[in-house]
């Protein structure tokens, strides 16, 4: 039988938020935290277990006051579902600590969410469980509404400066990735640990979950994401 895991990422610095924790954030018109709500989601589904959210070093208290009182206080969701884990210099290096967190627990499958995602669907969040545990990995992901172009730009120019088109690409052939991902545990943390090794050797980031199961595992699954699933970014994506 399958036991879920889930890590909310939370660790980042918001600079594009003008240094404004976002998921410490109230949601205009409701009762929570950009956190919160994310965190709510996951742990309304009784198929999740151990709720791991990945913190900037030594913030712990302002994540967990960022959290609805009642889950903080009650016997279904006490401490031994709700981890902090120390974030790392990388996204990647924070999803890391927090998979080291969960070895204990030793979880089947584990979905990976941004903490600012805090419209994520609960049943997006079941449908990403079913799929991990049938193809071993996952992602929900939306169809591209623009003709995207992959660019060449001189050595040394600015991003300001104008650019060259190098192909033109089929907008049929992308999507854009969201949250929550699905991975069976043991192969992500392999893969997260052949990830940490390979960033020693060369000057490599990765921007998500799916990539370094890609590159040291395999194939991952794509299911239809949800247009509400959106990432509060800049200011003007919560209105503040």
Request: proline share 8%; aromatic share 6%; with cysteine.
């Amino acid at each position: 039988m399958a036991s879920i895991a889930a890590i909310l990422c939370a660790a980042g610095s918001s600079n594009r938020m003008g240094g404004v924790k976002k998921e410490y954030l109230s949601l205009p018109g409701k009762p929570f935290t950009v956190l919160g709500a994310a965190f709510s989601a996951f742990a309304a589904s009784p198929r999740i277990g151990p709720i791991v959210i990945t913190v900037p070093p030594g913030a712990e208290g302002e994540a967990r006051a960022a959290l609805p009182a009642e889950l903080r206080s009650s016997e279904l969701h006490s401490a031994e579902r709700i981890l902090f884990a120390s974030g790392g210099l990388t996204r990647r290096a924070s999803v890391h600590n927090a998979l080291l967190m969960l070895e204990p627990y030793a979880p089947s499958h584990v979905l990976i969410h941004d903490g600012a995602r805090p419209w994520i669907n609960p049943c997006l969040i079941e449908k990403v469980i079913d799929a991990a545990i049938r193809f071993g990995a996952v992602i929900p992901a939306l169809p591209l509404l623009e003709t995207p172009k992959e660019l060449q730009r001189t050595e040394g120019a600015a991003p300001e400066e104008a650019a060259f088109i190098k192909r033109h690409l089929r907008r049929a052939d992308l999507c854009s990735a969201q949250t929550p991902q699905g991975f069976k545990y043991a192969e992500i943390l392999t893969a997260h640990e052949k990830a940490a090794e390979r960033e020693k050797r060369e000057h490599i980031e990765y921007t998500d979950d799916a990539e370094v199961w890609g590159e040291f595992i395999g194939r991952v699954a794509v299911i239809p994401g949800d247009s509400e699933n959106r990432k509060i970014t800049f200011p003007e994506d919560i209105g503040v």
